[in-house]
């Protein structure tokens, strides 16, 4: 099973952005930290990060053959993107949305996400751990 793990607008900045919030954890280090759970489900990652609406759309159509399902942390998009939400719909693949922080205890713009609805479902605020939640969701729903 390969899963396509999308990082949108700014995690390319994981480690040094905003620590407090988002951790030391480079981008890297996240993507290795989930090749390794996955490895242990049996699944395949596919990694893709862009701080480009247009390039994770483009991603998301062309998992459609190649991959089983997508987590996506779109970032800020999450917050405003119905053409991401769109993207998700259309492709029609098991969506998992994972958050780093929790979006419901910031900012009251962060809290409502137009990607959501489009997903299977939504984790938010807790940490790297979210996505290894989502690996084991996508591997039960397998
Ligand atoms: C984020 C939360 C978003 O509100 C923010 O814009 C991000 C990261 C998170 O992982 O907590 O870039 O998606």
Redesign the pocket.
Known sequence: MRVLLLHG???NLLGTREPGI?GSATLGDLEDRCRGWAAGLGIEIEAFQSNHEGALIDRIHAAVGTCAAIII????L??YSYALHDAIKAVDLPTVEV???D?TAREEW?ARSVTAPACAAVISGRGADGYRQALEMLAERR
């Open positions: 607008p700014n995690l988002y942390n779109p970032g800020a999450s917050h958050h780093l922080s979006i962060r």
